[in-house]
């Protein structure tokens, strides 16, 4: 469909479930390339084999380039804890209340997530069970180059130290030198253990393979640019990643119960994030679709950030009328959203619908922005349809589990006897013999 005629401030693009093309016009508001552009992959190769060849000289090289930071050795590229303590005493005492009461809710919502070791006893008397272990070292980047976000550093360190991770090693852009003190006292609060001022895709290199001053990790976690996401995708295999992430995005599904206005400033509350990032909003009540769109072009002009939700918004978003909330939660599963906030009277009779969202809101109340810095759960979520399979950012993603085996020789004896005919039917037959040589033993055993 076209976009409305009189919407003069904002060129919003309206669609309607009721149109014959509705999903192929569906699926072009939601298309997206995550792959990146060639040269974007070319140039992160390089840096990663110079980083992996040349190590901390390579670093040295590519931060005087790219953050046009001069240090006379890499060592001086690590920031000292009590560089980061220090901070909590020159941000405002409302700035450090914020960070220590938000690290404390977020804190309890993951110690929540924590599990246990397991066994069981079979009917042949063998142990089986799973022990969850936590990673040794982690790495987490930290944005830095065009904004800084204290809140991502809580919502990322957190949930690892809950998980029992032995050491955190953070790297972060500083462009031109300059420090952010509030991502210094995040820094502080979240616990982490070793905070270097690298960034780009040198920084992802350097914790995959290691240099001389940069620890090699387990696992690289936390949001990038492009260059950044390019390298946690050809690491990937040498280093656990946590997911490639693409624009972030907002679904409001409404029924016409909650202020326009609120409906609004969510949506512009993502929309201002980048020009790529998608709001969408989807009513049965064409009437609030409208009054919604009024408040838009209302409230759009005061917004520091007005051109990027413009761009945003006139870019990637669409209000959709449908036919139904059932219809709407229909879409909503079709989209996957990372953020999916639910402005209906009774949120909870249709979260059981809801099978694909990275973060489900429900209610009026529960915007998405308390998500983004407090609520408790971590805002590091799928994007880009990926909440089909991928999960948000939690204890979960920073520990392993192994498999524990305690086997009986009465136990090795019966299960040997379902194990080799499959074995022997795989043409594996040291794998039989394996088995057969402890039945038999166990047969010698029992006839002695």
């Not at 246990?116 to 930290?142: H, K, P």
């Amino acid at each position: 469909m076209q976009p409305r005629a009189d919407s003069l401030l904002l060129d919003l693009k309206r669609l309607t479930t009721r149109d014959s093309d509705f999903g192929a016009e569906l699926e072009k508001l939601l298309h997206w390339d995550m792959s990146e552009d060639n040269n974007v992959e070319r140039v992160a190769r390089e840096v990663i084999a110079e980083v992996r060849s040349r190590g901390d000289q390579a670093l040295l090289e590519y931060t005087r380039e790219f953050d046009r930071l001069t240090v006379a050795s890499a060592n001086k590229l690590e920031l000292s804890m009590e560089d980061c303590a220090g901070a909590l005493d020159r941000i405002s005492a409302d700035q450090r209340d914020a960070l220590e009461k938000a690290a404390a809710r977020i804190r309890v919502y993951h110690q929540h997530q924590q599990e246990s070791s397991w066994s069981f006893e079979d009917e042949f008397g063998n142990e089986l069970g799973q022990r969850i272990t936590a990673l040794d070292r982690v790495g987490v980047y930290v944005p830095g180059g065009q904004a800084s976000y204290p809140s991502s550093v809580l919502m990322t360190l957190i949930p690892a130290k809950v998980a029992g991770v032995s050491e955190l090693v953070v790297t972060q852009p500083t462009p031109d030198g300059v420090r952010n003190d509030m991502v210094l006292a995040a820094l502080a609060i979240a616990g982490a253990d070793r905070v270097f001022t690298v960034g780009g895709a040198q920084a992802i290199a350097s914790l995959a393979y290691g240099t001389k001053t940069i620890p090699r990790v387990d696992k690289i976690v936390g949001p990038g640019g492009a260059f950044v996401a390019a390298a946690k995708r050809l690491v990937f295999g040498q280093v656990g990643i946590d997911l490639i992430a693409g624009p972030s995005e907002v679904l409001v599904i409404a029924d016409g119960t909650t202020d326009p206005e609120w409906t609004a400033l969510d949506l512009f509350s993502q929309a201002e994030h980048d020009a790529a990032a998608q709001a969408i909003l989807l009513s049965s009540d064409d009437d609030f679709i409208d009054e919604v769109a009024s408040s838009m072009e209302q409230l759009l002009s005061a917004q520091p950030r007005a051109e990027i939700i413009r761009a945003s918004l006139e870019g990637r978003g669409a209000l959709i009328a449908t036919e139904s909330i059932a219809e709407s939660v229909e879409i909503a599963n079709r989209i996957a959203p990372e953020h999916l906030e639910l402005h209906i009277a009774d949120p909870q009779s249709v979260v059981a619908d809801v099978r694909h969202a990275g973060a489900i809101f429900c209610g009026a109340h529960a915007s998405e922005t308390l998500g983004d810095y407090v609520a408790g759960p971590s805002h590091v979520l799928p994007t880009f349809g990926t909440a089909r399979f991928a999960s948000p950012l939690g204890v979960y993603d920073f520990q392993k589990r192994s498999s524990v085996l305690n086997i009986t020789a009465d136990g090795a004896a019966s299960l040997a006897d379902i194990a080799l005919p499959i074995a022997e039917s795989e043409g594996l037959y040291a794998h039989a013999r394996a088995a057969a040589v402890r039945a038999q033993e166990m047969n010698k055993s029992k006839s002695s």
